[in-house]
């Protein structure tokens, strides 16, 4: 991973380079704008057209049908987002055509007319794509090699990130389903305006972050673009690779959130509290609020952990995370045989599955990106990043074709067996933990904090 001299010896803030935070609030906005129009999309599409506040009449499977491959593509889309900021651009001005990109396609989803609704996914699908995989690796590029505080720098930008959701599944799902999706839709549209600006306006935090490798006159980086992969380096891409099944596993039932519980929370929850009805979509922000209430606990548990001695790799703590998500569907099997039994289903089980999901998220989401930056040939940094988003795509369009077969297998099915296989895969990866490690050769061995 590239990190030039000035990159080095940035000027901090609580102990990070001040261009984290840079960082933190453009991702935080991205992510508002992003998650805000998650919050509402399946429920614009399932929402009668004669409806007070009209959506397009879709059924649930149609509806999660067009979730599911369009989250999937969201991310694929990091692939060419990658090569390009590789090859061409570099990560810096990557995020910046991303989120022009982002603004633009929000913006035409305010506009009520069916071309507009497809065009308006299809930019969103290339903004996220530039921008997505190449301001985390920026993340990664903010430390020296060997520095400690790179797992948790990615914990506080996980933290920004999920700041962002939280907001906007309150916000923009209480404006689309209270004023209208389309007003929901331009909210996001605004917010992503705010993080293009912010991102322009802190690029005096990060210099010599993000540049095009390509045109870098140190002779180390030079080198690093011209010559073959040596095999240390093979190896760890292997094992990225390898690690990047999980990732598929976790988010195939990790975004049932947007869909399948999306829905659950809609049609079977009883949300009446003390008179009032919570909006379904406010449920989207369960995860991010327990992100933030959780996201330090949880990074210094396994900082603890690791001080002690125990196992704290980044590999155990993804395989642990997968299992702690996976049992989080426990809570939901419980839901659904609570309204099987009594034609209502308590919204406590809503809470405690997705709190069990996020502190899943938090040992395996922040950590494999701060992963992939440890372990990327620095040629292939951006293309390794955009790697990662593309297999939580493919977890995405997993999880669109497991919401659909609730349609005839049911939610108790459903639910239930992404419980009891997160956990047996998680399990099995466990076994071959000891050769997976020896393929890092050793990435995260003697790791330190870095005098500034």
């Not at 950590?367 to 790697?387: H, Q, R, W």
């Amino acid at each position: 991973m590239q990190t030039t001299v000035k990159a080095a010896h940035q000027k901090e803030l609580f102990g990070h380079p001040v261009g984290l935070y840079i960082l933190f609030f453009t991702e935080m906005w991205e992510r508002f704008s992003y998650y805000g129009m998650r919050a509402i999309l399946v429920l614009y599409l399932i929402t009668e057209t004669t409806d007070r506040n009209p959506g397009l009449g879709w059924t649930n499977m149609e509806a999660l049908a067009l979730y599911g491959w369009y989250t999937m593509l969201v991310y694929v889309a990091s692939i060419p987002g990658g090569i390009i900021a590789d090859r061409m651009l570099g990560q810096k001005k990557a995020v910046i055509v991303g989120a022009i990109l982002l603004v633009i396609g929000h913006s035409i989803l305010a506009i009520e007319e069916m071309w507009a609704f497809y065009t308006g996914l299809g930019f969103i699908i290339a903004g996220v794509g530039m921008l997505k995989p190449n301001i985390s690796t920026m993340v990664g590029g903010l430390y020296p090699k060997g520095d400690i505080r790179r797992d948790k720098g990615f914990t506080i930008f996980y933290i920004g990130i999920n700041i962002g959701a939280f907001l906007s599944s309150l916000i923009v799902g209480y404006v689309g389903e209270v004023y209208g999706w389309h007003y929901g839709f331009g909210l996001a549209g605004i917010c992503m305006l705010l993080g293009l600006l912010q991102f322009i306006l802190g690029q005096k935090y990060l210099v010599g972050v993000g540049d095009f490798l390509g045109k870098s006159t140190n002779v180390e980086d030079q080198e690093a673009l011209k010559r073959p992969l040596n095999k240390m380096e093979k190896d760890r891409v292997i094992v990225l690779i390898l690690s990047f099944l999980m990732v598929i596993v976790f988010f195939g039932a990790f975004e049932q959130a947007g869909g399948l519980m999306n829905i659950y929370a809609s049609e079977k929850t009883n949300r009446m509290l003390m008179g009032w009805e919570v909006p379904a979509s406010w449920f989207q922000s369960l995860n991010a609020f327990f992100i933030i209430v959780l996201g330090a606990v949880v990074a210094n548990f396994w900082a603890n952990r690791k001080l002690k001695g125990k196992e704290a790799s980044s590999l155990f703590k993804m395989i642990v995370g997968l299992i702690i998500m996976g049992t989080g569907f426990l809570f939901m099997t419980a839901a659904t045989a609570q309204f099987e039994s009594s034609g209502s289903s308590a919204m406590y089980w809503l809470v405690l599955a997705y709190m069990f999901h996020t502190v899943g998220e938090l040992s395996l989401s922040p950590v494999s990106l701060s992963f992939v930056t440890k372990l990327a040939p620095a040629k292939y940094a951006s293309l390794m990043m955009g790697l990662y988003f593309a297999t939580t795509g493919f977890g995405n369009k997993l999880a669109g074709l497991l919401g659909e077969s609730a349609s005839h297998l049911g939610e108790y099915m459903v639910f239930t067996g992404i419980a009891i296989f997160c956990i047996l895969f998680g399990l099995l990866i466990r076994v071959f933990l000891k050769k997976l490690k020896a393929l890092t050769h050793g990435a995260e061995d003697n790791e330190k904090r870095i005098a500034h």
